[in-house]
């Protein structure tokens, strides 16, 4: 098995379907999460993005998976979503939100670069909240889109290299974190569907296709995909 996805936030949600769908086209995986993936054949890292220092704890360990890939794709899945706007945003929850979401990403690249050869991708998960906000979640709405500004550094950066990357923002994606933000209201659920052009959710496992195609194809380096099934505006 010669390539290796090395994916955060596998546990659940989108990252869980992602892996899921890599180990069934062959791909070894490997997850970076406080919470293991249970798929098997998943290698779990226990790590805490929200605490300093997690990169030199494991990066020895880490480098190790990785004697012989042919070809890596580094997905970012980790994500936090902090309940709070401008006028109540707490300095330490900001600090946190930008070390898992930002932070992290650009430490964990860099632990892994001199593994990855000509072939290997970077991904971004990012959001509609990546090029737009919406009131109540400032830190959420800051950092992807800081997202979007990682990814196009990193392509710059990376010119040459044969590494690509690009930043896909899903819409309204049927996960555990969309249904606790709406309180599992089955009133709410249907309004959010109002605003997807299909009227419906999209399924994990569409957002987690969408990444395979993108960690296979280097032509969509520099991208920001928009993964929404056309989100109505209001």
């Known amino acids: 098995m010669d390539n290796t996805l090395l994916i955060t936030g596998a546990s659940r949600g989108i990252g869980y379907s992602t892996a899921a769908f890599f180990l069934k086209n062959n791909w070894q995986v490997i997850n970076l999460s406080r919470q293991p993936c249970l798929l098997d054949k998943v290698k779990n890292f226990e790590v805490d993005f929200s605490h300093l220092g997690w990169e030199k704890a494991i990066k020895e360990k880490l480098i190790k998976e990785f004697p012989q890939s042919q070809k890596i794709s580094i997905i970012h899945c980790s994500s936090t979503y ?3 706007g401008l006028e109540n945003i707490e300095a330490k929850t900001l600090r946190k939100d930008f070390e898992v979401n930002l932070i ?4 964990l690249n860099q632990v892994l670069l001199s593994k990855m050869l000509p072939g290997s991708s970077i991904l971004y998960l990012g959001s509609t909240l990546s090029e737009k906000a919406v009131k109540g979640v400032i830190s959420y709405v800051i950092s992807k889109h800081g997202v979007v500004g990682l990814m196009r550094s990193s392509c710059q950066d990376l010119a040459g290299t044969g590494i690509h990357t690009c930043c896909v923002c899903p819409g309204f994606t049927d996960t555990e974190m969309l249904r606790q933000h709406l309180k599992d209201d089955s009133d709410l659920l249907e309004s959010v569907k109002t605003r997807v052009g299909e009227n419906r959710l999209i399924q994990p496992e569409e957002i987690a296709q969408t990444l395979y195609f993108c960690a296979n ?5 520099g991208s920001v995909i928009h993964a929404n099934l056309g989100q109505i505006e209001n």
Do not use: E, R
């Open 82 to 84: 902090g309940a709070s």
């Open 104 to 107: 992290a990403p650009v430490l």
């Open 217 to 221: 194809n280097p032509v969509i380096n």
